[in-house]
């Protein structure tokens, strides 16, 4: 086994997971969203989303890489997809009500479906993969077998963690929340979701302006 391999990968991860853990982006804005709307389980449910998308991503990535990057038509569509369903989120966001701070009963697995659906959505995941991470595990892979799968573990574990420490830091914030502080943060992610759903739409116009 090519323990330096293994090492140097799992690193990578971590430092990938941590960095994409924080960088602002449509799935950090729904954690927050979802941590004020529905308490700490539904963000740290929204911040699990990765193993859902991201998991099945890296074993295809792996596998059609080449064949994805050929063809933008895919990321175009998913581009679409993704700005009409973050923006329809982001609109939400105006209206959504203060949440009662009682929330032992309330579902999460729908703050799962929603982290999951803005995941799958974001063109950028599928981008990241096809284009640089699976064929950096597919090279790793050709020397060390376990390399990939430590890169896989380490960024999925660091993203999902640092996620949830976020949806815990506001979390703590949502009782000391006044109605109109909590009309102004979440007024703040329904924009932040409407930029990206804008940002969306530039990049399916330029993968389609390269065809």
Same mark, same amino acid.
């Given at each position: 086994?090519?323990?330096?391999?293994?090492? $140097?990968?799992?690193? !990578?991860?971590?430092? =990938? +997971?941590?960095?994409?853990?924080i960088k602002p *982006?449509?799935?950090l804005t729904m954690?927050?969203?979802?941590?004020?709307?529905?308490?700490?389980?539904?963000g740290v449910w929204t911040a699990a989303a990765p193993i859902f998308t991201d998991g099945p991503l890296i074993i295809v990535s792996l596998l059609a890489a080449s064949w994805i990057s050929t063809?933008? $038509?895919?990321?175009? !569509?998913?581009?679409? =997809? +993704?700005?009409?369903?973050?923006?329809?989120? *982001?609109?939400e966001c105006f209206t959504?009500?203060?949440?009662?701070?009682?929330l032992a009963e309330?579902?999460?697995?729908?703050?799962?479906?929603?982290?999951?659906?803005?995941?799958?959505?974001?063109p950028n995941v599928y981008i990241f993969w096809f284009l640089i991470?699976?064929?950096?595990?597919?090279s790793a892979a050709d020397v060390e077998p376990l390399a990939p799968v430590a890169y896989a573990m380490t960024f999925l574990v660091s993203i999902i963690i640092v996620k949830s420490m976020i949806a815990l830091a506001f979390d703590r914030t949502r009782g000391n929340l006044s109605h109109r502080s909590y009309s102004i943060m979440l007024s703040l992610c329904g924009v932040a979701m409407?930029?990206?759903?804008?940002?969306f739409t530039y990049q399916a116009y330029d993968l389609y302006q390269a065809l």
């Open positions: 086994m090519d323990v330096g391999l293994v090492l $140097s990968l799992s690193v !990578a991860g971590v430092a =990938l +997971g941590v960095i994409e853990g *982006g449509p799935l954690v927050i969203r979802e941590t004020l709307s529905g308490g700490l389980r539904a063809r933008p $038509s895919i990321l175009i !569509a998913i581009s679409i =997809l +993704g700005a009409a369903y973050l923006l329809k989120m *982001g609109l959504i009500e203060p949440p009662s701070y009682d309330i579902d999460v697995s729908d703050s799962l479906k929603r982290g999951v659906l803005t995941n799958l959505l974001n991470g699976g064929p950096l595990m597919a409407i930029f990206f759903a804008i940002g």
